[in-house]
């Protein structure tokens, strides 16, 4: 065994003294910071992949609306629709009228975003899942509702809202009546946003609403691999040469504030709680400083019997890093616990009133999460790092004794 690591691990051996207790404390500083910044990035990293999966299941891919300066429809939408159906990776095409309208139910109101689609394309552009009840039925004066909304208005399926055209704030010389329309479904998105937020309902009925008789106010595309960019950006490509008239909008541009905003909260959380885990390297410089003052007189003895500064220095280097070692397993191992149990701890701190994530607030029904290797090893690498620069200046100090005035004391 190497004297270096002979000598750290007999300083490590567990002693009743104020050594071993900075030391034990020191090692839980490195594990809760290890564990702390893993955890909160493995949840920031799963809202950001739940939010991207909800925004394309529920919105559109693509959206191709019209042109700059030539009106606010897209004209000869059937016709368009069908060829870009025919290129490769688009999953649906979906001609749609959407508006934010007036729902009151009984003194309730509610102004969502209705979303105005063909019956028979309405299940492949919004993957929403199974109705939470009723049917998705667009026949007739229909409308589908988010859990949220139904709600909210206080409505349940077979009960009749009124709807309140837009038009009627800005057209001078006509009145929209309002119409009575049947909620026949209610879905649940999983995401609060989507569920208060819209309603759907025929395009005829949202033409009828907006006293349109053709076009529709945008196109809008599913595609197979919207995360793949290369292959994204090709089928934009392709696109804009079938309808050069029209102004292509992705979901990345859709919702680039969103996801900004998910990047730099990340980032910046990350960030400052990585200053626990420095906080925590500090312990193990102080707990190194003790010691050198404690074994002054060893230190002066094997320096007197002419063991070399890097063998001295090396021992407590070797003691820092076993300590930050010890954390940081512990921390991993702590992190993956609690992300194994995360719903399940959130839940039992619901009993005693203490809501983590509230619904209210985040919009989601579960706690995602998702532990990148990445970020495992960015954080292991910066805790050795700095344990190392903390460890050199203890070890420095230890080994640049004077050994006469060292084995004085």
Known sequence: MPFSLF????????????????TCVSVLGVLLGVAVVIIVRAVMTGFGDLWQEKILDFKPHITLAAGYGGGNLVKGEDEL????????GVVSVTPEIDTRCLLEYRGRVAAPVVLGVDADRFSAAYKIGAPRAGVYDLDGDSIVLGV??????????????????PKTLVARDEVYLPLKWTVTGIYSSGQRDYGSGYAVASL?????????????FAIHMKCAEPANREKFDALCA???????????????????EIFNALAVEKNMTALLLMLITVVAIFCVMNTLLVLTVQKTPEVGLM???GFPKSKIMGA??????????????LGLAAAW?????????????????????????????????????????????????????????????AASKNPVDALNK
Request: glycine letters at 8%; a positive charge.
């Open 7 to 22: 000598l750290a691990l007999k300083y490590l051996k567990p002693k009743r003294s104020v050594t071993s207790v900075i």
């Open 81 to 88: 629709a069908e060829r870009l159906a025919t290129l490769d």
């Open 148 to 165: 949220d909304l139904a709600r909210k208005l206080g409505v349940w399926v077979g009960d009749k809202v009124t709807i309140y055209s």
């Open 204 to 216: 005829g009925n949202l033409r009828e609403l907006m006293g349109i008789e053709h076009g529709v």
């Open 238 to 256: 392709q696109i804009r040469q079938l309808a050069p008239n029209c102004r292509l909008v992705t979901w990345q541009e859709a919702d680039r």
């Open 303 to 305: 320096k007197a019997l």
């Open 316 to 329: 407590f280097v070797v003691h820092g890093i076993i300590q930050c070692t010890t954390g940081t397993v």
């Open 337 to 397: 616990g609690v992300l194994s149990n995360l719903q399940n701890l959130v839940e039992q701190l619901a009993h005693f009133g203490i809501e983590v994530f509230p619904k209210a607030v985040y919009g989601l029904d579960s706690i995602p999460y998702r532990l990148v290797a990445a970020d495992v090893v960015w954080v292991v690498v910066i805790v050795f790092v700095f344990g190392l620069l903390a460890s050199l200046v203890p070890a420095f100090l």
